[in-house]
């Protein structure tokens, strides 16, 4: 029951332009996400369309990519549902699938009180595995404060990490370790877009969905480090895209188009309905891209933040 800390990258699903699972792709960006060294890999989460996803694509992507992984990284699993006995079928799923925790976020419009505390309760009796906290109003329509979350992981000893992703990240993050008296971790989200505030606030790092895990990667470890000058200076050289890619609605289609470029995945559609990247925002994307020159320093095995 270790808290979680480092860079856990939420995988994408690829898809093909036909809607269908894209199995080769999946396959590619799992491997390529290992290889950015990341600490740990998140799948059916909110990046990863899970909504969009049936019971049996669920299954196959979990099987493909913990197949992948081949015991190399803890795997999360996100097994948010609606019902509190059909979210213990998942995190049960989870679990015999070999996954090293869960993700859960409160049922749509659960809001703090005996109810959401019973579901979760439930849920970590059940598998007894570590508990991600996701907190995401978007997702959910539920807004927990840092009592409501501290009330929680007080009730639910499964809970060992928070996800936080409801503005102010930074200032949550150090209000909620300082009511829990450190006795959980937090990790950001949101693209990244805050992870230096975070970690100057207490963050154990990020888990979250980024074309380019390698610069979370080496923010995190510089900071972790000690290195704090060199984790700003890194995260001050990319944060153009992060910002670029981190935008409301279309933050992921953005994502799966840069993951096209990389070549990590064949087809950048998102499962309908889904946005749509115009002309414009692609031209935007394409000269922030050449403005910041990542792939350039990742042939160079350089992320020092120099320009």
């Known amino acids: 029951m270790e808290p979680l800390s480092g860079v856990y990258a939420i995988l994408t699903t690829p898809f093909l332009p036909d809607g269908a699972l894209d199995d080769a792709s999946l396959r590619h960006l799992t491997t390529a996400t290992i290889e950015a060294g990341v600490d740990g890999i998140t799948v059916l989460g909110v990046a990863g369309e899970a909504n969009k996803l049936d019971d049996a694509e669920r299954l196959h992507v979990l099987r493909t990519v913990v197949a992948i992984n081949d015991g190399r990284l803890p795997i999360i699993v996100g097994t948010s549902r ?31 009180g005996p109810a959401l505390t019973a579901h979760v309760q439930r849920i970590g009796d059940a598998i007894g595995l570590p508990i991600v906290l996701q907190d995401f109003p978007p997702v959910n329509g539920v807004t927990l404060s840092t009592q ?42 949101l693209g990244g877009v805050y992870l230096l505030d975070e970690l100057r606030c207490g963050s154990r790092g990020t888990m979250t969905g980024f074309a380019y895990p390698e610069v979370l990667v080496a923010v995190v470890r510089a900071w972790t480090a000690g290195d704090h000058a060199q984790a700003a200076a890194i995260y001050y050289r990319y944060l153009p895209l992060l910002v670029s890619e981190g935008q409301p609605k279309l933050g992921l289609a953005l994502r799966k188009e840069v993951l096209r470029r990389r070549g990590l995945i ?7 309905p889904g946005p749509k990247v115009d002309r414009k925002s692609l031209a935007a994307l394409t000269q922030t891209l050449a403005d910041v020159d990542i792939d350039a320093a990742l042939a160079r095995g350089d992320l020092s933040g120099s320009a």
């Open 82 to 112: 609606e019902s509190t006995h059909i979210a213990m079928a998942a995190a049960r799923t989870a679990k015999d699938q070999g996954a090293s925790g869960i993700m859960v976020a409160p049922p749509m419009f659960v809001p703090p």
């Open 148 to 189: 409501a979350i501290t009330d929680l992981v007080h009730a639910v000893p499964q809970i060992v990490t928070i996800k936080v992703e409801d503005p102010p990240t930074p200032q949550r993050t150090a209000q909620i370790l300082d009511l829990t008296s450190n006795s959980v971790s937090i990790v950001g989200g």
């Open 266 to 272: 064949e087809h950048a559609a998102v499962r309908e």
